[in-house]
């Protein structure tokens, strides 16, 4: 297994995997994750799941933590989106700052 980039072991859109997290953490992030992507694309949850070809109630229950991302799920936004494996560890630092600061 690689190292994970927060050290404590965490990263959803990649194969990292912490025992150190809940199902309910790891969703919060993922909700986080996504709710972010789609507002810097000043998207809709409906433009949202159009563009990824995912359903609007899935995406509804993936932002809100209510359900766990699947790896077709994640490679579907990811493509979508055009994103990398270094532009998501971005992302997931920024997510982890605004969990440090209550946000």
Known sequence: MKSCPF????FIFSQYVSI????????????????????????????????????????KKLERGERNITERSR????????????QLEKLNETIKEMIENGG
């Open 7 to 10: 050290g404590r072991g965490f």
């Open 20 to 59: 150190k997290y809940t199902r309910k953490e790891l969703a919060k992030m993922t909700a986080k994750q996504i709710r972010l992507i789609r507002r810097l694309h000043e998207m809709t949850r409906a433009q949202f799941a159009d563009r990824v070809g995912l359903s609007v109630s899935l995406i």
């Open 75 to 86: 490679r579907k936004i990811m493509q979508a989106f055009g994103l990398t494996t270094a």
